[in-house]
């Protein structure tokens, strides 16, 4: 069946996007292989997320903060590093085609009123347009980082899943969106919808929404239209933006140089992994300062998780993700890795990271504080500026950040399996709180892929599902700001001595500015000696030019990193 909802583009205003599932068959997925990690998200794994009511009915849920890692997606990394045979014409690595579609609008005429019928024409992507020897990144017709069809399913499912929670008007005390009329509860500011500029993650919001509120009987003849917002991808904060914080790359200095990085970092185990990767799978390291380990979690989970073949030799996961297989030994040792720089110092890093996102995330949870928000018989007003639903779309490294940030010894956790679901519930206790622990009206209830975890939080009691709201007010307010700190020491220092060594020395400034000019007059005369002398010839030999090669393997990719958004 074809499912789709329209959604309007905050940034641009006038342009529509809404994504679809071909209906032609594909063979079933998660079937070549007996065991699958949970990164893979299989059905299964998906259904055990289902999120129970709170118990005791002297509360009502007032509002939902939901941050998800998009579904399934092809890989992020060209091939070529994974290991030798990877981009072999015979591999089913080689080529990666998608039948997931894109379709957009053209902009809304201006002549138009609102409520107007118009003639609407669509237009759909199709990465088809390069022929041999010109090729797409991936050898067919998906982007990197591109959602699947399987990440279609696993997010849909996570549509139903909230469906179920939150929409059940059976469960009084959970039901999100009381006192609101049914064909308004998906409107601003009801529902409001944020994600980074990256098709993965703005079409898993997508998809999760049209299983939130989309119904199986309905032929969607009337498109639902849902603000988007977003921001320019080098600007955008839902993960550690160096850019925007140099700060955060003298953090990862720290944290690489410390002494309990060194020593694992330069074991016996990890110098035998690396070796094996060296000699045995032929691996190679990006030219972005990685190295093979560093993508390893990317060329394994891309490919077993999509059922394409594992090399034998690390084709031997057997479902014991503590285990010692060769295969779960990488995972590890490359999450380790990653997540190192996460824990390290009390988690200095994703707090100054995740300052700004906690920071849109908490002025609407202090939104719920308002006295008019509920009565004494616990009914919710149509307040008409507090949402009751927020959905960020986003990466693991959005979730792992947070998470870290709260105290969670994420060093002890696994990467965040596609399609994770992080919620924050908030919660209005009525008179006579059955809840001794809570001091104030307001309480939160903290959920990870259907778990309640704020027990694990500081100060929270142990057995109680509900936590008083103050506990997470209190634990992110000291890093919760969008004026950080971000001025990155040692650039600041260099550039400071630098400007006054010059400013000082009025010599050597004269001296650098002659010994520019007579450079450039010997640099200018040897080119156009060269230019006189030789027959022109092109800069590119197509018969030998190396597309796989080709210098942009450094687009959009963050040194710690290692999904990269």
């Known amino acids: 069946m074809t499912r789709q909802i329209t959604i309007v583009c905050h940034t641009c205003c006038v342009l529509l996007l809404y994504y679809y599932l071909p209906a032609k068959a594909i ?7 007996e065991f699958y990690p949970k990164y893979c998200s299989i059905p299964s794994e998906i259904q055990s997320r289902r999120i129970r009511p709170v118990e005791k009915n002297n509360t009502r849920l007032i509002q939902v903060n939901a941050i998800i890692r998009h579904g399934s997606r092809t890989p992020y990394f060209d091939g070529e590093y994974c290991w030798k045979g990877y981009r072999s014409k015979k591999a089913d690595t080689s080529k990666w085609d998608c039948g997931l579609k894109t379709v957009q609008a053209a902009p809304t005429s201006r002549a138009l009123k609102a409520g107007d019928d118009g003639f609407e024409m669509m237009f759909e ?29 696993q997010e849909f499912e996570n549509g139903k899943i909230l469906k179920e929670a939150y929409l059940n008007e059976s469960r009084m005390n959970m039901y999100l969106f009381n006192g609101i009329l049914a064909n308004e509860t998906y409107m601003e500011p009801f529902t409001y919808y944020r994600a980074d500029d990256f098709q993965r993650t703005m079409m898993s919001g997508q998809i999760l929404l049209s299983g939130l509120f989309g119904n199986d009987n309905d032929d969607f003849s009337q498109n639902i239209k849902i603000k988007v917002h977003t921001a320019d991808r080098s600007n955008d904060i839902l993960e550690g933006n160096f850019h925007l914080c140099p ?13 309990d990085f060194i020593q694992k970092n330069t074991s016996e185990d990890a110098s035998k992994l690396r070796n094996m990767l060296k000699d045995e799978l032929k691996s190679s390291a990006p030219s972005n300062g990685r190295e093979p380990i560093d993508v390893m979690v990317d060329c394994l989970m891309t490919t077993i998780c999509t059922d394409r073949s594992l090399p034998i030799l690390v084709n031997d996961f057997d479902g014991n993700e503590d285990g010692s297989s060769l295969f779960m030994r990488l995972i590890k040792f490359a999450t380790w890795k990653w997540l190192f720089l996460y824990q390290f110092n009390d988690a200095a890093f994703p707090k100054l990271a995740m300052g700004p996102l906690w920071t849109e995330i908490m002025d609407r949870i202090r939104l719920t504080l308002r006295k008019d928000m509920i009565d004494d018989e616990g009914n919710t007003g149509s307040n008409d500026d507090i949402p009751r639903l927020l959905l960020y779309s986003a990466h693991d490294v959005t979730i792992l950040s947070l998470l870290a940030t709260l105290g969670f010894d994420i060093m002890n956790m696994s990467i965040p399996a596609y399609a994770s679901l992080l919620i924050i519930e908030i919660h209005a206790v009525l008179e006579n709180p059955a809840y001794d622990s809570l001091i104030t009206s307001r309480a939160f209830r903290l959920l990870y892929n259907g778990e309640t975890i704020n027990r694990f939080i500081k100060g929270c009691p142990k057995d109680e599902e509900l936590c008083d709201l103050q506990i997470l007010m209190n634990l992110v307010e000291p890093f919760a700001t969008r004026d950080r700190d971000c001025m990155s020491s040692l650039t600041s220092r260099t550039t400071a001595e630098d400007d006054s060594f010059i400013s000082n020395s009025p010599m050597v400034s004269v001296t650098i500015v002659l010994f520019s000019c007579l450079i450039g007059v ?37 040194l710690y990193e290692t999904e990269v958004i």
């Open 125 to 153: 992507k199709k990465y088809d347009a390069l022929k041999s020897p010109l090729r797409n990144e991936l050898n067919g017709t998906c982007q990197l980082g591109q959602l699947l069809e399987t990440g279609y399913d």
């Open 27 to 33: 063979s079933a997925p998660y079937t070549r292989y």
């Open 247 to 259: 700060k955060l790359n003298d953090l990862a200095s720290q944290a690489y140089a410390s002494p």
């Open 522 to 558: 010997m640099v200018t005369y040897t080119v156009l000696s060269k230019k006189v002398n030789e027959p022109d010839e092109t800069i590119f030999d197509d018969d030998n030019y190396d597309n796989s090669k080709d210098s942009n393997v450094m687009r959009e990719i963050n």
